[in-house]
């Protein structure tokens, strides 16, 4: 048993997919930093300076009342809350890894069109069945053994 889960997860497609979800998974991580790091921030300041991971809307009040200036601290309290803001930064890391991703099998795919091997050239001659000698198809007389031909 041991060995067949072995050759099952040896497979070249198995070990493949392993490799891109690891790979995936550290993408995410770095694209995530990227959203909430880099992107974000100046998007708040330009659009008010909001912060928007500090964007909730609260359905129930916790055991302290609010109003409550930052998510932590509603969470702290103990309050229900909705994390549009989260939301919104996850969305948008969403749509920039379903990009990458995009361009990347686009380019994939590309490069698979130029590496295709071409076409075999049509055939210009066929061989006499009486010399075995090449003569062009639409030859209705051998050249050499002026044999009649068939189509």
Request: without cysteine; aromatic residues 8%; negative net charge.
């Given at each position: 048993?041991?060995?067949?889960?072995?050759?099952?997860?040896?497979?070249?497609?198995?070990?493949?997919m392993a490799i891109g979800i690891i790979i995936g998974a550290a993408f995410g991580k770095i694209v995530g930093s990227f959203v909430s790091d880099v992107l974000m921030p100046p998007l708040?300041?330009?659009?008010?300076?909001i912060d928007f991971n500090n964007l909730f809307l609260?359905?129930?009040q916790g055991a302290t009342a609010g109003p409550y200036?930052?998510?932590?601290?509603?969470?702290?309290?103990?309050?229900v809350t909705i994390n549009y803001g989260v939301f919104v930064d996850t969305l948008i890391s969403f749509v920039l890894v379903?990009?990458?991703?995009?361009?990347?099998v686009k380019n994939v795919n590309r490069l698979k069109r130029q590496?295709?091997?071409?076409?075999?050239p049509v055939p210009t001659t066929r061989e006499c069945p009486y010399c075995l000698s090449a003569i062009p198809i639409k030859a209705t007389r051998c050249g050499h053994c002026t044999s009649t031909l068939t189509a």
């Open positions: 048993m041991f060995k067949e889960f072995k050759d099952f997860a040896m497979k070249g497609n198995v070990l493949d708040g300041l330009l659009v008010g300076n609260v359905i129930k200036d930052t998510l932590a601290k509603a969470q702290e309290a103990g309050a379903a990009v990458a991703v995009f361009i990347l590496e295709a091997p071409a076409a075999p």
